[in-house]
Structures are given as structure tokens and as C-alpha cells.
């Protein structure tokens, strides 16, 4: 269950390997924690046409208890109820150079949003009805810090996330003060420890409607506690990315730390980052990225994308590692060194860490991270700067005395940008937004006689039938609600536009949740992997494909007819092909696993 530090690690040629000299990580990772601040805030496909079991009620409500499943397969189909100035030192506030703790970023200003305490959304992210001044100060560290294990308001939340050490000392926990669940951690470690004493390992425990899954990584424990009817392998995957924040921010050397002092409380080298895995958290309700494994691209025209490209493909030659220009958290080029690749949930650990920190809005940062797919025992070093409120470019490198040159490349890269009109560009594709079913193309579309095809082998009973007449109401042709389109060569996906009756964060939760569960059924190595499914309950059609080049997930109205439905499902995925080089980065290299 622990990473694998072998995967995507390698380096290319040019490049110094961090583990070469194991003395100098050791002199990083001590360096690192002497400089604490004296004061901190505590705060794979199927074959044929196999169906899935069926999935629980994707989330009519969070409080439900976990229904079992009532199926009944019919004709493949599943029915489920369901001189230059000097670096500033940016991240964590134990950094170097640094004693005050992060403050949160205006964008990732509702990363504590939980069930109770629903916000309106806007799709390019931002709060509703809160204005720039009330985002910023609206979440300045942990919330309810003021609650314990003792506390009704703690007892009654419905998920929770808890970091401890193999000693039982807290480290991090998503509600209420650490200090103040000492206990609490204290008997969570004692059922790991009672477990492995006995030849075993804990994974899941089930009580009543709450699931409490376990994650060990070394002498570091994660566990979460969860109401909200998400499958095991979606609650897993969380605290695994929980995990690879941390190892972000210290690297995984810090169990070194644990070897030389089992009692070894390492609560303050995080100090001042609850803001960043509470952010990490949010994205769990939002973000299809922290299921998918992929990353998305900010929709723009095929040559805007391959100016920005080319610019930092030259920064690429000069000795950078990886270059990445990205839109919150929204791809809009990245180039990476000869024989370097960068995993997705690496991606999405780094933009999560600063959109999060306000440090690095305020000036030109130059802040050591570790990204854990690609070396989880060594720091690369990051130049970041923010060219915009949204815009930003992310400069990685192996060299720690690497400022004043990579400064020099944000130069040449941002003099590039300006000249092509890439940052306008930006921030035109900002207010108009990505795809939206409304905007489906109704006409016949193309289809090449080796491209796949859903629905081309029998249907159901219900087949053959007379078309009907498209579904008239809200959403796109034939009642088409919402999209994802994750391209599996590429490693990328595309999402459409929320629009009505997807209008409340509360109904875009419950729909990612739906999708986490489809796609948690999709890919059970138990019951799978399989190829299609389809399935009707009382808040949508869910209707499923995977190919080997992708896959593909839509939300129908609950009353769509099926044939219709998935006639709309081809036309989209023609849709996409259509437009592929303005929605993906094209010749980007697949990453390994």
C-alpha cells in the first residue's frame, strides 16, 4: 500500500540525481528542520458487454445510511437505487526564511466547505455573492478549532481526515485542535497497532453508516471517517494524495526522523499548512482530477497553445526540468525535460499547494517541494510567479541556487506571452468558459469506420425501436445534464460546463460523488474492469464507456430514453474529437505509472 518511489523517477541527462549524495538530502531535510519559527499558528478493459454490480444511491443525501444494493440486470442494462532582487522564501510557514503561517489564497477560499455549509459557486470557481475583500479573510486557518472529540458539532460531521504517527501523536486533523484529540488518536493507533500485532493489516471497518478506512504509510497513519457513502477505493485514493501532500511539503525522508526518535512529533515542521490540506479536502467535492488520475486543460486556439509551448520549450533546453504555465488549476502548457515525466496527482498536489499559500501571490517565490510521484526522498526547488489573479508559471529545477536563472527565463517567458497575446487569450477563455451540453452540435456528425462506437453491438430488449423525439427540457439533447471525457493516452480530460439544473454546489457534490462510485464500479479488479453500464434511480442517468483510448461519463436527465442516450454519447465524443487541439495539449507525453 505504500507509494512506489520507483515509479516516474527518472532523470534526464544533464540533471544531478538528488539520491546520488544521500548525505546531501540529509543536509536538505536538517537544514529544514532547524529553521522551525519560534512562534507557529495551530490552527484493464472488458470484454463484450459486461455489466457492473450495481452502485449505492449516488448521494441523495449525505446522511443516509449505506442502502444495500437492489439490482436486476435486464438486457445489459443495471438499475441501481443509488542586483536582482533576492528569492523570497515561500510555502509552509517552517520554511526557510520564513516564521508566519500561510494564509489562503483568494481562489481556494471555500477549501473548508463541508456538507453543512454550502456556498454558491460560480463555474469559474469563485464564491457566489462574496467579493475579493470578504474571500480573503473568509478563511484564515482551520475552522472549529474549538471543537474535540467530546464536542456534539465534531461527532456530527460527516467526513473526517486525521494524520498521526505510529506513537499515537496527532499531526493533523480536519476538524478541531490536534492537542485536543490526543486521545482520540491515541485509540485510533491502538486498533492499527492491535491488528498488526495479530499477523494483519486494517483497511476498512464498518459501523452502522460510517466507514473508517485506514491507510499506513511507514511510521505515518491516515485514516478517515466517513458518512458520505463514497466507495472504499475513493476514500483510499483521498488519504492517499492527503499523504502525498505532505510528502510535498517534507519529503519522505522524514521518516528518518521516526527511525532515530519513535516519539518524534513532527506536528511543527507543518505548522501553518491546515490551509493547504484543507484545500486538498474541497477538491475532493469538486475536482474530477482526485478520482481520474488526469489533468485538464484551459480550452484555447491551437496556435495560442503552441506559442506558449514553444517559449517554454526553450526554457526546457536551458536547464529547467519541468515548466508549466497554468490557469488556477487548469493546464495551459507544460514541457518537461528529456526523459522527465510528471505525474497527474503530482500536478495536482503542486497547483493545490499554490493556489493555497498567499505567499506566492505576493511576490516572486523560489520554495523547495518534493514531488512524490516522480522522488519521494528529495527536494526539487520551484520558482513560481504570478503573472495574474489566475495565471501563474511554476519552474522546477534540481539546482537549489537556481533563482537568478530561472528569473531571467520568467522574463523571456512573459515578454513571449505578452507579444502573442497568450495572457489575453487566457483571460478571454476565463469568461467564456468550457463546453456546455447546450452547445452539443445537432446536425449528423462524421464517424470514421474504425472509431468506436457505443451501441453498435445489440442494445436491449427495447431494440429495435422507432426514434423519438429528442428530450425537450433542461440541459443538452436528449436531457444530457454533464460530461467527462478522460483521454487515456494522453493522461487529460475534459469536463463540461455546469449548467441547470446543476446550478448548486450541493448538486455538483452529489454528482461528482456519482461518478466517483460509477468509476470506482468501473474499474473493480473484482467484479471487472468492464466496458459499459448504464443506470436510471431517482436523480440521473449514468451512462458509462470505456474504451482503450478512452472513457467517457455522462449524467442524463432520470427520464431520458435510453437509445437516445446514447446516440447523444457517440455525437459528443465526435464532439471532442472535433476539437480535440483547442481542449487538450497535443503531443504532450504519457506519463508513467
Same mark, same amino acid.
Given at each position: ?148 472529540? &467530546? ?112 516519539? #518524534? ?25 482526485? #478520482?481520474?488520475? &488526469? ?40 514541457? +518537461? ?140 439533447? &436528449? ?40 468509476? &470506482? ?32 461519463? /455522462? ?9 437516445? /442516450? ?17 481542449? #487538450?495539449?497535443? +503531443? ?6
Amino acid at each position: 500500500m505504500s507509494y512506489d518511489s520507483s515509479s516516474s523517477s527518472s532523470f534526464s541527462d544533464g540533471f544531478a540525481d538528488p539520491n546520488s549524495d544521500p548525505k546531501l538530502v540529509d543536509e536538505r531535510f536538517d537544514f529544514l528542520t532547524l529553521n522551525e519559527p519560534t512562534e507557529l499558528e495551530r490552527n484493464h478493459r472488458g470484454h463484450g458487454n459486461d455489466i457492473a454490480d450495481g452502485l449505492s444511491n449516488p448521494d441523495r443525501n449525505d446522511n443516509g445510511a449505506e442502502d444495500d444494493d437492489r439490482l436486476r440486470v435486464e438486457d445489459q442494462e443495471t438499475f441501481g437505487d443509488e542586483g536582482p532582487s533576492s528569492p523570497s522564501s515561500s510555502g509552509y510557514a517552517g520554511g526557510r526564511g520564513s516564521s508566519s503561517a500561510t494564509s489562503p489564497s483568494r481562489i481556494d477560499e471555500a477549501s473548508e466547505i463541508d456538507d453543512n455549509e454550502i456556498q454558491e459557486l460560480r463555474n469559474d470557481g469563485s464564491l457566489e455573492g462574496i467579493s475579493d475583500s470578504q474571500a480573503s479573510s473568509w478563511v484564515t486557518s482551520k475552522r472549529h478549532v474549538d471543537e474535540d472529540d &467530546a464536542s456534539i458539532s465534531w461527532r456530527k460531521r460527516k467526513k473526517h481526515f486525521f494524520i498521526l504517527s505510529n506513537s499515537g501523536k496527532p499531526i493533523y486533523s480536519r476538524y478541531g485542535d490536534e492537542h485536543k484529540l490526543a486521545g482520540f488518536s491515541a485509540t485510533l493507533q491502538a486498533i492499527i497497532s492491535f491488528v498488526e500485532n495479530g499477523g494483519d493489516r486494517v483497511k476498512l471497518v464498518k459501523a452502522g453508516k460510517h466507514q473508517m478506512v485506514f491507510l499506513v504509510k511507514g511510521p505515518i497513519y491516515l485514516v478517515c471517517i466517513s458518512c458520505t457513502e463514497e466507495p472504499f477505493e475513493s476514500l483510499k485514493g483521498q488519504l492517499e494524495l492527503i499523504y502525498g501532500q505532505m510528502i510535498l511539503i517534507l519529503t519522505k525522508s522524514i521518516n528518518r526522523c521516526f527511525e532515530k526518535n519513535p516519539k #518524534f512529533d513532527m506536528t511543527p515542521l507543518l505548522g501553518g499548512t491546515d490551509v493547504v490540506f484543507s484545500s486538498l479536502i474541497h477538491l475532493f467535492s469538486w475536482n474530477p482530477a482526485t #478520482f481520474l488520475h &488526469a489533468y485538464t486543460c484551459l480550452p484555447l486556439a491551437f496556435a495560442t497553445r503552441q506559442a506558449a509551448g514553444a517559449v517554454l520549450q526553450d526554457v526546457a533546453d536551458s536547464g529547467v526540468l519541468f515548466a508549466i504555465l497554468m490557469c488556477k488549476h487548469k493546464v495551459i502548457s507544460l514541457v +518537461g525535460a528529456q526523459k522527465a515525466s510528471l505525474h497527474p496527482d503530482d500536478m495536482l498536489l503542486l497547483s493545490n499547494f499554490v493556489l493555497s499559500s498567499e505567499s506566492f501571490r505576493t511576490a516572486e517565490s523560489f520554495s523547495p517541494i518534493c514531488l512524490p510521484r516522480y522522488n519521494p526522498m528529495a527536494f526539487l526547488y520551484a520558482y513560481v510567479h504570478f503573472f495574474d489573479v489566475n495565471s501563474y508559471l511554476m519552474l522546477l529545477t534540481t539546482s537549489s541556487d537556481a533563482f537568478y536563472h530561472l528569473k531571467d527565463c520568467r522574463i523571456r517567458i512573459e515578454a513571449v506571452l505578452l507579444k502573442s497575446n497568450v495572457l489575453s487569450e487566457v483571460q478571454r477563455s476565463m469568461i467564456d468558459g468550457g463546453m456546455r451540453v447546450e452547445d452539443l452540435p445537432v446536425g449528423p456528425l462524421p464517424r470514421s469506420g474504425s472509431s468506436p462506437h457505443l451501441g453498435q453491438q445489440t442494445l436491449t430488449s427495447e431494440s429495435p425501436e422507432r426514434p423519438r423525439e429528442p428530450f425537450i427540457g433542461i440541459g443538452g439533447p &436528449a436531457g444530457l445534464w454533464h460530461f467527462i471525457y478522460r483521454s487515456i493516452y494522453l493522461d487529460q480530460y475534459v469536463s463540461s460546463e455546469f449548467s441547470p439544473p446543476l446550478n448548486s454546489l450541493q448538486q455538483q457534490k452529489r454528482l461528482y460523488r456519482a461518478y466517483q462510485r460509477v468509476y &470506482a464500479s468501473m474499474h473493480d479488479k473484482g467484479i471487472g474492469p468492464h466496458k459499459t453500464q448504464f443506470r436510471r434511480d431517482e436523480n440521473y442517468v449514468l451512462l458509462c464507456w470505456v474504451t482503450q483510448d478512452f472513457e467517457f461519463y /455522462a449524467a442524463f436527465d432520470p427520464l431520458a430514453d435510453k437509445a437516445l /442516450a446514447i446516440k447523444t454519447c457517440n455525437r459528443v465524443c465526435q464532439w471532442v474529437k472535433d476539437v480535440e487541439n483547442e481542449i #487538450f495539449l497535443q +503531443g504532450a507525453s504519457p506519463f508513467s505509472w
